[in-house]
């Protein structure tokens, strides 16, 4: 069995990948080395800076690693890349109360998930995924993390956090970056 670290924290992440990985010859090691996460527009240079940060620094594992954002269309794309401050600033309660005036049909918003592969020797592979949906009027359910008890997905009654992690993994921007990404492991 192959093993690939994962590099970060969150515990819920690791999680949702270890059961996307569970029926593949890959085993997930959460490794919580850290690196920075630069302040630009795109969850894409936040994660190619990561990887770079990472080989530079001497890690000796082939890893993979992954920001994600909500990007929410009434407020021009906020939280967006800045999705874990305004998370652990503001909170669910705060991105509930700057959309209060916004009728539910006006809270569209596209949850990215950006994984990124990379080497000791140098390469670097990025997978993207998104999900579309609404942010609710409340915070509904227990399950996930983050803004799972927000987030309405598109076709579905239910938020992320009423969902079972493998009924959230068949559909979620996660779902379909880490989708692409073991296609690509797959084919080494």
């Given amino acids: 069995m192959r093993e690939m670290y994962f590099i970060t924290s969150n515990k819920g992440?690791?999680?949702e990948v270890t059961e996307k990985f569970k029926s593949f010859d890959f085993r997930v090691i959460q490794k919580n080395y850290g690196y920075p996460e630069i302040q630009t527009e795109t969850l894409e240079d936040v994660a190619r800076f990561g990887v770079k940060y990472l080989q530079n620094e001497g890690i000796d594992h082939p890893f993979i690693l992954e920001d994600a954002g909500i990007f929410i269309d009434a407020?021009?794309?906020f939280p967006g890349v800045?999705?874990?401050y305004a998370y652990?600033?503001?909170?669910?309660?705060g991105i509930l109360h700057l959309l209060e005036s916004i009728s539910i049909e006006k809270r569209t918003a596209t949850f990215r998930s950006v994984f990124a592969y990379g080497t000791p020797q140098g390469e670097m592979k990025l997978f993207t995924g998104e999900c579309h949906g609404l942010i609710s009027t409340e915070q509904?359910?227990?399950q996930g993390f983050g803004y799972d008890p927000i987030f309405l997905p598109k076709g579905?009654?239910?938020?992320f956090a009423e969902m079972s992690t493998e009924e959230k993994n068949k559909i979620s921007h996660r779902a379909q970056s880490l989708e692409q990404l073991i296609n690509f492991l797959k084919t080494l």
Avoid: A, P, Q
């Fill in 82 to 84: 800045y999705s874990s």
């Fill in 88 to 93: 652990f600033t503001i909170g669910l309660d």
């Fill in 75 to 77: 407020l021009k794309g």
């Fill in 140 to 142: 509904i359910g227990n």
């Fill in 13 to 15: 992440k690791v999680h």
């Fill in 156 to 159: 579905f009654s239910e938020t």
